[in-house]
């Protein structure tokens, strides 16, 4: 298994993109620490790993909070020794614009993305240096982040700051020999989240509606299919692992096509 002996801490661990890169990363080998704000999250996320014979402790934590984040790092290595892997992922949706997005929400929204992944990076970083081990740290993008979305500015604004946040960090760490990378998701098929929330114990939604409200994505993008979690955790597993051990510093986009398509061109209409 690629990641055998190996600790990774994931932040927002819901049942779609975090719950399937941690569940992702284990699969490979590796001890999950699954951070959350909802205590539900990191549970579930943690308990689902281990009844599959994988090792992972659920953390509660807001990632906006120093003390709560210098903790959760402390308590991964007293749990499994060390921490090897970072993979922040932390964030939430807010559908406001530059126009009506009230200022304090703004701050909010941005302290989680930006401000989330700075203080794990610290804290996990300066783990990985006190231990004299090599490192991984992996940065969760979007589509958003590449391209201007109306309506969902601090989101936008938060992901494409992540971008340059990642180019910063992997130079200051590249002499501790510690990687940084990001990984850029785009709009995901639900099928699997919703299998993975029910195999949690969850409410999900009628897949008939959530396919629908998908279907506008699926139809506009290159590939004519969205990628799944799982698809982002096999990326992840890579940066994360010896394979990529001479990459840091890039975005390595798991978008189905989203990014590098011309904008005028309608995939839809293409011909066999």
């Known amino acids: 298994m690629k990641l055998e002996g190996k600790v990774a801490i994931v932040t927002g661990t819901s049942p779609n993109i975090g719950g399937g890169i941690a569940e992702g990363l284990a699969l490979e080998g590796a001890a999950v620490v699954c951070v959350d704000a909802r205590t539900e999250n990191a549970r579930d996320c943690a308990q689902s790993i281990a009844a599959s014979g994988g090792r992972a402790i659920a953390i509660t934590c807001d990632v906006t909070d120093e003390a709560q984040v210098s903790a959760a790092v ?48 610290k804290y996990a970083a300066n783990s990985m240096i006190e231990q004299r081990c090599k490192g991984s740290i992996i940065n969760i993008i979007s589509t958003a982040g590449h391209q201007g979305e109306p309506g969902n500015i601090a989101y936008c604004t938060g992901k494409s700051g992540l971008l340059n946040f990642t180019r910063s960090a992997a130079m200051e760490l590249i002499g501790h020999r510690i990687r940084v990378n990001s990984l850029t998701p785009t709009a995901t098929d639900p099928s699997e989240s919703l299998g993975r929330a029910a195999r949690w114990g969850r409410k999900t939604p009628d897949p008939a509606r959530l396919k629908e409200a998908f279907e506008p994505f699926r139809s506009r993008v290159a590939m004519q299919r969205l990628p799944s979690p799982s698809d982002y955790a096999r990326a992840a597993v890579f940066l994360a692992s010896d394979d990529a051990e001479m990459i840091t510093g890039i975005d390595l986009r798991v978008d189905a096509g989203a990014i590098a398509q011309y904008w005028a061109w309608d995939p839809s209409r293409r011909q066999a």
């Open 74 to 121: 402390a308590r991964a290595r007293e749990s499994f020794g060390t921490v090897n892997v970072l993979v922040n992922n932390a964030a939430f949706f807010n559908r406001k614009g530059v126009l009506d997005m009230p200022f304090d929400e703004w701050h909010k929204q941005l302290a989680v993305i930006l401000g989330g992944a700075f203080l794990f990076t």
